[in-house]
């Protein structure tokens, strides 16, 4: 069992950075690849970036590539979202994610979600 809690949003102005946490709970944290999605108000919750257990896959989606980095530290059971050159087109509530697939196309666990919000 893997229990995850989010952290870090807020409001931002465009061209900014936030940087969003994500603390695990339960010993086999570090078997999963971790990610992060994100929801728009009446959408399907949507892929953002994937990294694998160990660390050596990252994956992102398009529309994040060359702004966001995904990174985890296995000591600590986090994984972190930097999000560099906000857009408003970013505003979303945003999802830690767990699974046993290194692309992350099956999620077992989902955290509760933070909100961020880019004002322009």
């Known amino acids: 069992q893997v229990q995850l809690v989010e952290s870090g949003g807020g409001l931002v102005q465009a061209g900014g950075s936030l940087r969003l946490s994500c603390a695990a709970s339960?010993?086999?944290?570090?078997?999963?690849?971790m990610g992060w999605f994100r929801q728009f108000p009446g959408k399907e919750r949507e892929f953002v970036a994937v990294?694998?257990?160990?660390?050596?896959?990252?994956n992102y989606a398009n529309s994040v590539k060359g702004r966001f980095t995904i990174s985890r530290d296995n000591a600590k059971n986090t994984v972190d979202l930097q999000m560099n050159s906000l857009k408003p087109e970013d505003t979303a509530v945003y999802y830690c994610?767990?699974?046993?697939?290194?692309?992350?196309?099956?999620?077992?666990?989902w955290g509760q979600g933070t909100q961020v919000t880019v004002s322009s």
């Open positions: 990294i694998s257990w160990s660390g050596t896959y990252t």
């Open positions: 994610a767990a699974g046993p697939l290194v692309r992350l196309t099956a999620v077992s666990y």
């Open positions: 339960g010993r086999t944290f570090s078997s999963y690849s």
